[in-house]
């Protein structure tokens, strides 16, 4: 009896299903059967700040702010640090942080809040060995709000964190922890609300966040990561199926190309660089790609899209790699799993 047309992709789906259920009973395994091993002691997450301002709306500010602390932390050859993507599932979570830590596998735990009133911010911070619920560092940071501040604040977290973890930082990473992106505020605030747009993910979100980036990049046009962001939500509308490449292809290249102009090292501009080359099947994607992880090691967006390439390009094997390298930096998030799960397949 012939079959409907539509029992393949049935078929295929549940094969799918098997492969995630299958690599996640394995991770499951690996946590909670494996004898336990030494943790890396220059391990840490950081857990999405508590918004205690008035606002509930202002959820956004404080999001922003974790994001900017772990991107920071990132940039810390010596550190090995959680991506955000893992860390917001723990946003409002009732577990304790030796169980977090366990996990995320890692030592250390960085959390606390943030209240914004007016025209001031007060940021309160706190490092915890997760393995002894012991406070190694805590600081108040009370400032007003001010580009300058907010990125002050930023770097003064990263370098004492680095203190506290015995992490030595090259010249180029105290460069780094200490640049100012923009010094506009307002710049400043539409990027944090065209990030938090994007998270969310969906074909509308994705296009208010080009209208908030829009206007950072009028309020500030040397404010590279708002073009590189910019970049990025181009390439999630096409990714998601919400416009044809031809509609955005212009765009997100003078996107990039203007990131790329500012800041020619810049790691997040390099790897939608080696998206845009991949969607438009020219050449030097490789080493596009190459080129971005090795100024960032450690981000697992960067190693994450990288491996999806290869996966997608027949490099299964070459992907694998990538992707154990992503769960390390990333360990409970859906994309890397579900990435891991269809390369297995």
């Known amino acids: 009896r012939k079959k409907p047309s539509w029992f393949p992709r049935v078929l295929g789906l549940a094969g799918l299903v ?16 494996s004898p336990p091993v030494e943790q890396d002691r220059k391990s840490i997450a950081v857990l999405p700040l508590d918004n205690l301002s008035t606002d509930p ?8 702010l974790t994001d900017d602390i772990i991107a920071q932390l990132s940039k810390i050859v010596n550190l090995k640090v959680i991506s955000r993507t893992s860390v917001m599932l723990y ?44 406070h190694l560092w805590a600081e108040v940071y009370d400032r007003q709000l001010t580009a300058e501040n907010i990125f002050a604040i930023q770097s003064e977290i990263a370098h004492a964190i680095a203190g506290a973890l ?9 460069e780094l922890l ?3 992106p923009t010094a506009s505020l307002a710049a400043y605030d539409n990027l944090l609300m065209a990030s938090q747009l994007r998270n969310i993910g969906n074909w509308q979100s994705l296009r208010d966040a080009q209208t908030y980036l829009k206007k950072a990049i009028e309020l ?25 490449l031809q509609e955005i292809s212009d765009p997100w290249q003078k996107s990039i190309q203007t ?12 790897a939608v660089q080696a998206l845009y080359l991949w969607r438009h099947d020219m ?20 190693i994450t899209a990288y491996a999806v390439y290869l996966s997608r390009t027949f490099q299964p094997g070459r992907a694998l790699a990538l992707y154990q390298m992503a769960i390390e930096l990333d360990p409970v998030s859906i994309p890397v799993l579900l990435g891991l799960a269809r390369n297995h397949m």
């Open 178 to 180: 200490s640049a100012a």
């Open 166 to 174: 015995e992490a030595t930082l090259s010249p180029r990473e105290h």
């Open 283 to 302: 050449e030097g994607v490789e080493e596009a790609f190459e080129r971005a992880r090795q100024l960032e090691p450690h981000n697992a967006e960067i």
């Open 220 to 244: 500030d046009p040397g404010f590279v990561q708002a073009h590189v962001l910019l970049a990025k939500t181009y390439f999630d509308l096409f990714n998601t199926g919400a416009v044809r």
């Open 18 to 33: 098997l492969a995630i259920f299958v690599v996640y009973l394995g991770w499951l395994a690996v946590r909670q059967s």
């Open 259 to 270: 990131a790329l102009s500012l800041d020619p090292d810049n790691a997040g501009a390099i």
């Open 57 to 64: 709306d202002s959820d956004y500010f404080s999001d922003g």
């Open 91 to 134: 946003k409002d979570t009732d577990k304790n942080l030796r169980q977090i830590g366990e996990e995320l596998g890692v030592v250390h735990i960085l959390e606390g809040g943030v209240q914004r009133a007016g025209d001031t911010v007060r940021i309160n911070i706190q490092l915890i060995d997760a393995t002894t619920d012991e």
